[in-house]
T-cell receptor, first 112, second 120 residues
Framework: SQQGEEDPQALSIQEGENATMNCSYK?????LQWYRQNSGRGLVHLIL?????REKHSGRLRVTLDTSKKSSSLLITASRAADTASYFC????????????FGEGTQLTVNP | ETGVTQSPTHLIKTRGQQVTLRCSSQ?????VSWYQQALGQGPQFIFQ???????GRGNFPPRFSGLQFPNYSSELNVNALELDDSALYLC???????????????????FGNGTRLTVT
């Protein structure tokens, strides 16, 4: 079963706008991670937020986590055409090394 | 720092055949995991190897098996290929201190670019 479910499935915006993607998960997690994937390539880790954290920033990225609602959001500010990719959230239920449960992703298109 | 590399990049096999995919971990990493990603879907966890032993498996049948070598590289073997096995197979490495260490330890995964397997 999917740990994460992203919303929306697809998002198209203009360069310079902000992009917000949401993720919901079903079971309790130790941490939640966001990854980016360019078409046909591997995933690149963006940011990790622990279950005891509520918000985290990294450059143009802002991630929030609400464990009571089992949801997270990823905000990309001042988007660029190079941000065009699929974005996945993934929950880690316990510190297990590398067992993540991914959602089905949000396809972000940033138009120049 | 050498990243995660996978080979081959593409592979075409016939139903019923066997396939071996290879992965070299990023230097300094001791854990390898394999994921299957069908077209338009998120990656699905197959299994993880730590200290050359399988240390966690997802919902995949026994015909999916693996190995981890002393240099932390890894192989994924799939026997009796089925059409539904067509997917992008991703290898990821990370560092994990193992059980008994701080439960709050978190390590992001470093992925290779995958092997695209097509079963006809």
């Amino acid at each position: 079963s999917q740990q994460g479910e992203e919303d929306p499935q697809a998002l198209s915006i203009q360069e310079g706008e902000n992009a917000t993607m949401n993720c919901s998960y079903k079971t309790s997690i130790n941490n939640l991670q966001w990854y980016r994937q360019n078409s046909g390539r591997g995933l690149v880790h963006l940011i990790l937020i622990r279950s005891n954290e509520r918000e985290k920033h990294s450059g143009r990225l802002r991630v929030t986590l609400d464990t009571s609602k089992k949801s997270s959001s990823l905000l990309i500010t001042a988007s660029r055409a190079a941000d065009t990719a699929s974005y996945f959230c993934a929950g880690e239920k316990e510190t297990s090394g590398s067992r993540l449960t991914f959602g089905e992703g949000t396809q972000l298109t940033v138009n120049p | 720092e050498t990243g995660v590399t996978q080979s081959p990049t593409h592979l075409i096999k016939t139903r019923g055949q066997q396939v071996t995919l290879r992965c070299s971990s990023q230097s300094g990493h001791n854990t390898v995991s394999w994921y299957q990603q069908a077209l338009g879907q998120g990656p699905q966890f197959i299994f993880q190897y730590y200290r050359e032993e399988e240390n966690g498996r997802g919902n995949f049948p026994p015909r999916f098996s693996g190995l981890q070598f002393p240099n932390y590289s890894s192989e994924l073997n799939v026997n009796a290929l089925e059409l539904d096995d067509s997917a992008l197979y991703l290898c990821a490495s990370s560092y994990w201190p193992g059980t008994g260490f701080l439960s709050s330890y978190n390590s992001p995964l470093h992925f290779g670019n995958g092997t695209r397997l097509t079963v006809t």
